[in-house]
Structure formats: C-alpha cells, structure tokens
C-alpha cells in the first residue's frame, strides 16, 4: 500500500505527478485554499501532508491529526502552523529553504526598481492611450546606482539582494540580531541599529522572519525616521509592517513609495493602499519561477520520504 498524501493546494505539474506516483492522494488539490473544515479532515486522513503559508495549522488541527507524522511546509516561513503544538505531538514540520533565495531576491530587485523609476505608471500610461510622447518631465523617478540599500534582515536572501546591490555600486548597510561574523561577508557591508539604518538608507528592504518581536516592526515610528526620499520594499511577510501607519506615512509623504509583494491581512489589502500611486503591489510572487516552485515541491517529497522510511528529515524546524 503506498502512503497517503493530503496536499491542501494543486503543486506545479512536475511536482504532481511525481506524488501521484508515490502515494495515495486523499483527494485531488484544487488551486484554491481550502476552508479551516476541508483542511482538517484532510489532515486527519494522511500519513503526511504539504501544506501552503495560506493554511492556518492551529494547535486543535493538530491534535486531531492522530495519523499525520510529517507536516511539510511548502515555503521558507512557517509561521502558519503552531510548532509547540506541533512539538508536543510529535509531528514533524519541515520547510524549503534555499531552494527560492535567488527567485525572491530577483523579485525584490524587480520590485525595488519598478518603485523606484515608475515602472506600473508608465505602463498604464502607455496602455491607456494618453501618453502623448517624449517629456523632460514625465514620470521622473529617483536614482538606484549609488545610493544606499538598507537591508533588514541578512540571511541567505538578505545577502542575495546584498550581492545583486554591487552592481548598482551601492552602500549596502544591514541589521539583524547580531552582527555576521567579519569573516563571513564583504566588508562594504556595515551593520547599523535598526533606528539608524532607517535614518541613512534611501530604500530598505525587508528579510526577516515574522515573529512575535518582528510582527510590526516597521511602524509610525520607524517609517517617521526614513528619509522622504526613501522606499520601501517588503518581500517577507506583510504584518512584519504596520500596514495602517505605512499607508498614512505614504499619504502625509512621510516616504516617497513603497514596494509589497505581501501585506499584513493578505489577500485583502488596507482599503486606501490600491489607491496610492506612489506604490506597487504584487500578489506574492517572490518564489514564483517555475524552478523555485518545482524545486521547493521536491524538497518537500524529499522529506516526507524521509520520514516514513525512518529516516531524518532534511528540513525539519525545531
């Protein structure tokens, strides 16, 4: 008998068939989320599970999930499902790190630049029918190359953006926790508090976890130390950034613009931000390349396979 596999949202098609040889489905996924009912008697008929960051795994999911010994997180962040109630259970939970750092970091760039030069603008223009040709003064944007990048947040995607940022001959100031080890990165690369990267970087860009101590850790007063010149850009997670005050800061000029790919109550958005030029919103696509996806389907197989022929899993988080 080969193992039962619940998947809460239809994979890329390499990824899929892959599972349909493998195991058993308890059903075939659709590419919609399912509801808080659906994914709980899905989970509580598998053996393992891939899940998405929209399934929201609380601790009572867990519990009666009696047969599920592998809770595979098809994403990098896994703030979606309850770990100590996951530990306490004994059910494993992995991820896919790696495997999309240099998918999202491109996507923060794309971002990053299409705020900066007025990218969405200028196309809607054009689409429009309204541009009427060459202007010194049309859709004047701001200079990239050589300014200073503010990244927070220097893990393996951090650092890609902090690679990409040599190119545009830009100063390049982080903050995390702790300092990276000197030894460890280039030494362009200078660690800053968070007030004060703030206070010197013409566009900051996001690329921590959400955590409890990072939920809101751009807010009023965070955004009210930038420069009115500066962007910012967030690739991470949407309630690391008190939504509410960046549309307020947006709206008084507190900064010049804003780039999101996620937002704090995804998919709605704060009833304002679609109405401000000044910002472009994508709808969570950091990961979103064909080999990014496919890869991060593998891996997750990769550890579910692990785990029911006893061996470790790859990924797990503790």
């Known amino acids: 008998m080969r193992p039962t596999l619940y998947i809460s949202r239809l994979l890329p098609e390499p990824v899929m068939a892959i599972v349909r040889e493998r195991f058993q489905l308890v059903q075939e996924p ?26 929201r795994i609380d601790a009572a999911t867990i519990q009666a999930a009696t047969r599920l010994k592998i809770l595979a997180n098809y994403a990098v962040g896994y703030n979606n499902i309850d770990l100590a109630a996951a530990q306490e259970r004994g059910l494993i939970v992995t991820n896919t790190p790696d495997v999309l750092t240099d998918a ?3 996507l923060t760039w794309a971002l990053l630049l299409a705020t900066a ?18 202007s010194p003064t049309q859709l004047l944007g701001a200079d ?20 990409r ?14 300092p990276l080890d000197a030894a460890s990165h280039p030494r362009e690369w200078e660690y800053r508090s968070l007030h004060n990267l703030l ?64 937002y704090e109550e995804e998919p709605a958005l704060h009833q304002t931000l679609a109405r401000l030029q000044q910002v472009v919103l994508l ?27 006893g061996r470790p899993a790859l990924n797990r988080i503790h």
């Open 30 to 55: 659709l590419d919609t989320l399912p509801s808080p009912s659906a994914l709980r008697a899905g989970l509580g008929q598998a053996d393992a599970a891939i899940v998405t960051l929209g399934d």
């Open 144 to 163: 990239v190359s050589g300014k200073v990048l503010g990244i927070i947040g220097m893990g393996r995607i951090g650092q890609a953006v902090a690679q």
């Open 283 to 309: 709808p969570h696509i950091g990961s979103a390349t064909l080999q990014a996806r496919v890869s991060m389907g593998l891996i997750c197989v990769d550890n579910i396979l692990a785990i029911l022929d």
């Open 199 to 262: 206070a010197e970087s013409d566009i900051v860009t996001i690329h921590v976890p959400l955590t409890p101590d990072t939920r809101h850790l751009i807010g009023a007063r965070e955004l009210g130390l930038m420069k009115p010149t500066a962007f910012l850009i967030n690739t991470a997670r949407g309630p690391i950034v008190d939504e509410g005050a960046l549309v307020e800061a947006l709206a008084n000029r507190t900064i010049a613009g804003a780039g999101l790919d996620v």
């Open 165 to 178: 940022a040599t190119g545009f001959r830009m100063t390049v100031l982080y903050h995390q926790r702790h």
């Open 104 to 106: 999202t970091a491109d």
């Open 117 to 134: 030069r007025r990218i969405v603008e200028g196309d809607a223009l054009v689409r429009s029918g309204r541009w009427t040709g060459w």
